[in-house]
């Protein structure tokens, strides 16, 4: 569940107000968790609202092209899709901004009244992100209506803190926002930087940090998945903690490899296979992911997950 939008990327580096040519992209962290796992042989479908316009229709096009399931997209006459933009290299260089044009999109319009039981039969697993609990009160109680209902029916809860700052004033209000998620998740992703925006200081040792988040917030999570970009990942399953290095690629857009990673975790967890595991290939097509731009198109599919560990960036290219 969460919001898709159309994501406009620039083709080059400075202030937007001098770049004349973007990439269209469709992107939003938990559509492309749907697309990614949809890839690696998990039926997804998308709990989201998308305009009435035609960058509705864009978002719908490809969803189904991908395979994702659409039938429970909310196609809102009032408000238009979200977008956003990403400026590179201005003012820090070597860094992507990302600037968005969502407050009033169909999304933020969604309600609880929108959240059907029905919505949730024949699902093994609910995933969303602190993105979605940081948008209008009316999408977040749209959010823990979902997560009651998966409650009540005993579905793994997925959640991924995804702390956006430009969406979050406070770490007060972050705590109070991602609480019931926190709460409640048995599958919880986050990242150094979210674990320092959580406890309102900088974490040296990134264990001890894990740990006191989970005594602190999570009192359900039996998997807690930590990413740290270049400096690899690492996942506490309640005994002990798992790590993997990152691959090295060349990068051409950061975003969307949190999302690629989780994708790929948690189609590997939903194949039981062992945590290792799930790390790996979450590495893997969190890596794939930032050689192109846009969020989810170089996410890998089990031969190119293959095809990626057996050749240049095999092993030697390990961190
Ligand atoms: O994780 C990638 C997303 O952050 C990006 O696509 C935009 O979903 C987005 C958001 O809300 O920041």
């Not at 937007?16 to 992107?27: P, S």
């Amino acid at each position: 569940m969460g919001e898709i939008m159309i994501q406009f990327n620039s083709t080059i580096t400075g202030p937007l107000r001098h770049v004349n040519y973007f990439e269209k992209h469709i992107a939003g962290s938990e559509g492309n968790v749907a697309i990614g796992v949809k890839r690696l042989g998990i039926d997804s479908a998308v709990l989201t609202a998308v305009g009435e316009d035609e960058f509705g229709k864009n978002i719908l096009m490809i969803l189904k092209a991908e395979g994702v399931n659409t039938s429970l997209v909310k196609i809102d006459d009032s408000h238009p899709t979200g977008i956003y933009f990403i400026q590179r290299g201005y003012p820090i260089p070597e860094h992507v901004e990302v600037i968005y044009y969502r407050k009033d999109s169909a999304f933020n319009y969604l309600t609880e009244e929108d959240i059907k039981g029905e919505f949730f039969e024949d699902i093994n697993l609910f995933h969303t992100s602190g993105i979605s609990l940081s948008l209008s009160e009316k999408v977040r109680k749209a959010c823990e209506r979902a997560l009651g209902i998966c409650l009540d029916n005993e579905i793994t809860v997925s959640f991924d803190t995804n702390i956006r700052r430009k969406l979050l004033k406070s770490r007060k209000e972050a705590i109070e926002k991602l609480k019931p998620f926190l709460e409640n998740s048995r599958i919880i992703f986050t990242g150094k930087g979210d674990l320092e925006f959580i406890f309102g200081s900088e974490i040296e040792n990134v264990e001890k940090a894990a740990e006191k988040f989970l005594k602190e917030y999570c009192k359900n999570c039996e998997i807690l998945v930590i990413k740290m970009g270049a400096n690899g990942s690492m996942a506490w399953n309640g005994k002990n903690w798992y790590r993997q290095s990152s691959f090295k690629v060349n990068v051409v857009d950061e975003v969307g490899a949190g999302d690629a990673f989780d994708a790929a975790f948690l189609a590997c967890y939903l194949k039981e296979e062992d945590i290792q595991n799930c790390l790996k290939m979450g590495s893997v097509a969190g890596a794939l992911v930032t050689t192109t731009r846009g969020d989810y198109e170089a996410f890998p599919g089990e031969e190119e997950i293959h095809a990626f560990l057996n050749g240049v960036h095999g092993k030697e290219h390990l961190r």
